[in-house]
């Protein structure tokens, strides 16, 4: 009875650490630990720009390594690591970029806000690498117990995020609406595992895979695997925000500081659909006919529901907020076309949507100014007349948002609808076209908000005195710091430029693919 | 019955004793001890501390910065028993990656010690 476990401890088997292939994850958590041991050391007041460098410095250098790893699957093809906990391919070096470009401009975006609000030191820096770290575990992941784990990383650290400014009630409620969600759904997940694992005895996704296909092909009962399936699609569906698992998003991203929303939007999602994709697309592919049809309801409800309530929402925040639930109705778009133009249009969506939120939320923690309460629509009323560069940039983020070509967020829109369509799911092809149009709609409205002068200012005389008087009030306070402007130049260059010039980037996206012959496919 | 079950019996009958053992010392003390109830007698116990009516009483923060730093060095054992009992097996290998987790656990407390959230205010 106990006799078999007291033989298997005497012939313990050692993993095999290739630490070369996860060397993105082992730099940020390295990263976020020097950074510690550095602010633990000196002690005292040290400028802020300090922890800023040195957040984006490595958060690069992961995204250098990831480079470094995609030469290395050039060469060598992909494959695993780490006793096959964790799968290295192009969709793993992919994410890395997505999860290291959110870091480097979230980080350049925190270091101007956490001046303003008195909120310094390297605590928010260490905090986003750190859950970057998980979000790339769970891209690299090829086993559910890891997923899990990163899962579990990525979400502590942001629950802190959430309630990182201390002085709001809003922050520390949504710090503490997101972590009773959070812990909810992460059990909810963990229950999808271990459900999983009782139907086919592996927590790998390649064994799962493999052994729900034999199972499958021999007409065995797959009753606890889709119980499992529906667990896990529940448990990741909260963290992606997918109606009717988003009620927590509206409020949590309002609450949250600026930049730490914008992260959340931007790095959370995306390892939240790494993880899905993974699981639905690579693990549980043999049960496709199972999930086809939960992810077409979840992404028409998704595209339906974000798009429509973000029309009423009077709030700049909550209203990205459903933005966000809208997008994540594309990207399961993607999913749902299982396919490896799916796949890669999904993942392209992402990469691009990290940029395009990131910004929007940079020019949003400053036009709300001190208290990071001004977040209202009408705040940006005459925003070109105050702040021209400031309105620019902002329009063209939104008209990425909104699909306008020309932009990366045009190019994303059409690859998942192009890959639906080519699945001959054109019922949600014509969804998500005609939701793009709905969500023009707010999207539009802002965009004409801030082109339209306050009360009080004469539209075409600006420089009168009443109209003066008017401007400067209501510009006291909104400053743009150097790092901020960087993040917002940054995501603005990355909307036009990969828009434009759109070749390398959808290319690459078709070759960081999830789909590969190898072991277990 | 089936060796799965079989394997589960000794849990079963183990936790018969465990329920027979505490139900019957408590059954035999009811008999046997005298019963003489005074209103002391009946006060909540806890821990000696008088029980102070309502539950949304405050507590000193600093017992909840002290419980964290506990936990973290109750983690720390957690994981340390089972590599001291392999450690011959783990090897090398072992000894250098718990190394890594004492320095990162350690990390931890110098940050709390420099946040002088050692200092008892």
């Known amino acids: ?521 | 019955m089936s060796a799965f079950l079989r394997d589960y019996l000794l849990v079963v009958l183990f936790a018969g004793a465990a329920i027979a053992f505490a139900g019957g010392s408590l059954t035999l003390g009811r008999l046997i001890r005298p019963s003489r109830p005074t209103a002391q007698k009946h006060v909540v116990y806890e821990s000696g501390v008088d029980p102070v009516p309502g539950a949304w009483a405050q507590s000193q923060i600093r017992y909840y910065l002290f419980a964290l730093l506990f936990v973290m060095f109750d983690v720390e054992a957690v994981f340390i028993f089972p590599w001291a009992v392999n450690l011959e097996a783990l090897g090398v290998f072992g000894l250098v990656e718990m190394l890594i987790f004492i320095f990162i656990l350690a990390l931890g407390l110098v940050y709390a010690w420099r946040k002088q959230v050692l200092r008892w205010v």
């Open chain 1, 1 to 521: 009875m106990s006799s078999g476990l007291v033989s298997q401890a005497t012939t313990l088997v050692l993993p095999h650490v290739e630490y070369s292939r996860f060397l993105p994850i082992l730099i940020l958590i390295g990263g976020a630990m020097g950074i510690l041991l550095l602010a633990s050391l000196v002690g005292g007041r040290v400028p802020e720009a300090w922890w800023t460098t040195l957040s984006v410095a490595t958060a690069g250098a992961a995204g250098i390594a990831g480079c470094w790893l995609w030469n290395d699957i050039q060469r060598h093809g992909p494959g695993t690591a780490v006793s096959d906990a964790l799968r290295i391919d192009g969709f793993s070096v992919w994410f890395t970029f997505v999860i290291c470009s959110a870091v480097v401009l979230f980080s350049l975006m925190a270091d101007g806000y956490v001046q303003r609000e008195r909120l310094g030191g390297p605590e928010i820096h260490v905090l986003a690498l750190l859950s970057a770290s998980g979000g790339l575990l769970m891209a690299y992941a090829n086993d559910l117990l890891v997923l899990f784990l990163g899962l579990e990383i990525l979400s502590i650290a942001l629950y802190v995020l959430a309630g990182f400014h201390r002085r709001r009630t809003e922050s520390g409620e949504a710090a503490m609406k997101y972590f009773v969600l959070g812990a909810f759904s992460s059990a909810i997940f963990l229950y999808g595992v271990a459900l999983i694992y009782g139907a086919t005895g592996t927590t790998r996704l390649d064994l799962v895979n493999r052994t729900l296909g034999d199972m499958l092909e021999a007409g065995g009962d797959r009753k606890l695997a889709l119980a499992g399936m529906g667990l896990m699609i529940v448990g990741l569906g909260f963290k992606v925000a997918a109606v009717p698992f988003h009620t927590w998003t509206p409020d949590v991203y309002q609450g949250s500081p600026s930049p730490v929303t914008g992260f959340m939007a931007a790095a959370a999602k995306a390892a939240g659909f790494a993880g899905l994709l993974r699981v639905l697309a690579f693990g549980l592919q043999p049960l496709h006919n199972d999930w086809r049809p939960a992810i077409w309801a979840l992404a028409v409800l998704t595209l339906v529901a974000g798009s429509v309530l973000a029309i009423v929402q009077t709030d700049v925040k909550r209203m990205l907020a459903y933005s966000s639930i809208n997008h994540a109705g594309y990207v399961l778009v993607g999913l749902h076309a299982d396919s490896a133009a799916g796949v890669a249009g999904a993942q392209y969506y992402l990469l691009t949507y990290a940029f395009t939120v990131l910004g929007s939320f940079a020019v949003v923690s400053v036009v709300a100014r001190q208290g990071d309460e001004a977040t209202r629509i009408e705040d940006y009323r005459g925003l070109y007349l105050r702040k021209p560069l400031l309105a620019v940039a902002f329009s063209i983020l939104l008209a990425a948002q909104a699909g306008v070509p020309l932009t990366t967020g045009f190019l994303a829109k059409f690859s998942v609808i192009r890959a639906a369509t080519t699945a001959d799911d054109y019922s949600l092809g014509i969804v998500a076209m005609l939701v793009t149009a709905v969500a023009a709609f707010f999207y539009l409205r802002l965009i004409v908000t801030m082109f339209t002068a306050p009360e009080g200012v004469d539209e075409d005389h600006p420089e009168s005195e009443g109209s003066v008087a008017v401007l400067t009030r209501e510009r006291t306070g909104m400053r743009v710091m150097p790092a901020t402007a960087a993040t917002i130049a940054v995501s603005v260059a990355m909307t036009v430029g990969a828009g434009l010039w759109a070749g390398p980037l959808l290319d690459f996206a078709e070759r960081a693919t999830i789909f590969f012959p190898g072991p277990g496919r």
